[in-house]
Structures are given as C-alpha cells and as structure tokens.
Nanobody, 127 residues
Framework: QVQLVESGGGLVQAGASLRLSCAAS???????????MAWFRQAPGKERVVVAA????????YYADSVKGRFTISRDNAENTLYLLMNNLKPEDTAVYYC?????????????????WGQGTPVTVSS
C-alpha cells in the first residue's frame, strides 16, 4: 500500500516555472525505491495522459513529446519523494497533475500499469 500526496501546483503566467512534489508513504518506509513512478495530467474534457515517468533508481526516464526539453522528472529515494520541474510553462500545460506509483522497477508510459494514484494538484497557466 502506497499513499501519494502531490503539492506545488498553482496559477502562473506563461513562461514561468513550477516544481511539483509527490510525497510517498508506504507500509514499509524503505520500499519507495521498489516503485517506478510517473506524472500524468488531465485537462478539462480530456483523457489523463502521461507527462513523464522514471524507473526505480532514476536511470531511465520518459517524457511526452509535448514537454521534452521543458520538464524534468526526478526522484529522491532517501526522502520518498518524486519531483517534476516544469519550465517555460504554456497555457496548454493547464491541467490537474497526478503522481502515480507502479510496483515494479520498470517505468510504464500508460496509466494501466500504475497501482497507486495521488489526488492531484492543479496547474493553471495564463497567457
């Protein structure tokens, strides 16, 4: 069982930066590193889509084409925390951002393989 709590969302202007955090708590405190992690987002009226994903030790990373070069996913296994640094934000990045955990060392780029989800943090980018 993993509980995920996102933070760091907000209202910003186009071109600004935000850093999202996802704090994970597990029954066994030291097992965060057993999970591949990902950030998804869901815009109003649209499906939830992957933004970025990372394997259990941060060696392999995946980014959606729409965020490549602007977003950076990272994790701190000692702090049980996942991050998403978002630079040069655009109005089309407006969405609720969700953190997800998969009980596997390997990342996945679709929502199905993820076992646990946070409640989401909203990001609004004004033009």
């Amino acid at each position: 069982q993993v509980q995920l709590v996102e933070s760091g969302g907000g209202l910003v202007q186009a071109g600004a930066s935000l850093r999202l955090s996802c704090a994970a708590s597990t029954r066994t405190f030291s097992t965060f590193s057993n999970y591949a992690m990902a950030w998804f987002r869901q815009a109003p009226g649209k499906e939830r889509v992957v933004v970025a994903a990372i394997d259990w030790i941060g060696k392999y990373k995946y980014y959606a084409d729409s965020v490549k070069g602007r977003f950076t996913i990272s994790r701190d296994n000692a702090e049980n925390t996942l991050y998403l640094l978002m630079n040069n934000l655009k109005p089309e990045d407006t969405a609720v951002y969700y953190c997800a955990a998969r009980h596997s060392p390997a990342l996945a780029t679709t929502s199905g393989p993820y076992d646990y989800w946070g409640q989401g943090t909203p990001v609004t980018v004004s033009s």
